[in-house]
């Protein structure tokens, strides 16, 4: 019995969790650059009040999303989105693939950068490692998917924590100083209210981990976890990046800067190397997201999915064609491409399930007469 309520933690809430963090926290969160354009560049105390709409928002978006998952057996963002927006699904496509776009262009730029200036490692050679990393992982599919989120969650939450006691017991008197005499700068609440949904943008590609949700209670709290985990970066960047306020605001990858004046080459080592398989961990997570979307699509139309080859070969292609976008540089990508398309999830995700998805939820009558509703769906 005992087993099987550890595995039921595992499976129900560590793992949901575990996805979340794990594709949220990488280039443009796990670098800072998202926390400072979103959160901390509004004042030390504008940034404390944005965090808990990002954790209210976060679970919100968490819930709703799993429930209908849950209720109506979809698994995939394409089947999700055609019961919560019918016809007009396509939006939502066409905003993940912009998405997509903007990630992985960023995870290029910014792990490229982080290996050449930790390790003197070339730009090129950081991408190639990321792509190897995205392809082998897809190609043995939702499992290993599963499991090296889950690796990964774990070892940047202890690299986080030991980050933020470094920071607190060296410099702690600074950032108490500066959250005294800090303000709180006009539109907090709007960009942290942003910050969540666009982060939450990719919950729908995550929906193969509601599979394992069998009551409303069990989803209820493994938003509530993973909504926490999920904020749980942005709370420890933002007050530690007091701490080299107003310096801090300037720098293209806040995190990264700030480790790299702790004076501790050991520790600046490993948390580079921790970063660099988080910002991996993000372009698997999404990639995966379209292998289970296209797998949906084929198991429809010719009653089989998709090869593991193909689903390397998918992964890899769309890493390489975006990559062009690093470009770019991360400041101009985080600070312009990812809050339009923002707007563009308020509109056509979140304002629909609050709305609509809730009436779903709502209206069901029992399980059972819901899953009949969405057909059968394969199990692996």
Not at 41 to 63: D, E, H, N, S, W
Not at 84 to 103: M, N, P
Not at 167 to 181: C, K, L, N, S
Not at 301 to 325: T, Y
């Amino acid at each position: 019995m005992r087993d099987i309520l550890a595995n039921r933690f595992v499976r129900v809430i560590l793992m949901p969790a575990a996805v979340f963090q794990a594709v949220l926290v990488g280039p443009g969160y796990g670098s800072g650059r998202e926390v400072m354009e979103f959160i901390t560049q509004y004042g030390a105390v504008g940034g404390a009040l944005a965090l808990p709409v990002v954790v209210a928002t976060m679970f919100v978006i968490l819930a709703l999303t799993f429930e209908i998952g849950r209720l109506f057996r979809v698994y995939d963002y394409r089947r999700f989105f055609k019961k919560l927006l019918g016809r007009a699904w396509v939006i939502y496509e066409a905003l993940f693939i912009a998405t997509i776009i903007l990630v992985l262009a960023v995870t290029t730029s910014a792990a490229g950068t982080i290996l050449l200036d930790a390790f003197q490692i070339p730009y090129m050679v950081g991408a190639v490692l990321v792509l190897l990393g995205i392809v082998v992982t897809t190609y043995y599919g939702r499992h290993l998917v599963e499991l090296t989120l889950t690796c990964g969650m774990i070892a940047f939450s202890a690299v986080l924590i030991s980050y933020l006691a470094i920071v607190a017991w060296g410099q702690g008197d600074r950032i108490a100083e500066v959250f005294r005499t800090g303000t709180a700068e006009s539109g907090w609440a709007l960009n942290g209210f942003r910050f969540a949904v666009y982060n939450c943008c990719v919950v729908p590609a995550l929906l193969f981990v509601a599979r394992e949700f069998e009551t409303r209670h069990e989803v209820l709290i493994a938003a509530a976890f993973a909504a926490v985990s999920g904020s749980l970066p942005a709370i420890v960047f933002h007050f530690t990046f007091l701490a080299g306020f107003p310096a801090v605001i300037e720098e293209a990858l806040p995190t990264y800067w700030m480790v790299q004046h702790l004076g501790m080459p050991v520790f600046y080592s490993v948390f580079t190397i921790v970063l660099f398989v988080m910002m991996v961990q993000t372009g698997v997570g999404l990639l995966h997201g379209v292998n289970e979307r296209l797998d949906a699509f084929f198991i429809e139309i010719r009653g089989q999915g998709l090869s593991r080859l193909a689903h390397a070969l998918i992964a890899g292609s769309a890493f390489v064609l975006c990559s062009v976008l690093a470009t770019f540089g991360v400041i101009a990508l985080v600070a312009k491409g990812y809050g339009t398309v923002a707007w563009g999830f308020i509109i056509f995700y979140m304002l629909p399930l609050v709305t609509r998805g809730l009436f779903l939820i709502t209206s069901a009558k029992h399980k059972g007469q819901v899953a009949a509703l969405s057909g059968p769906y394969p199990s692996s």
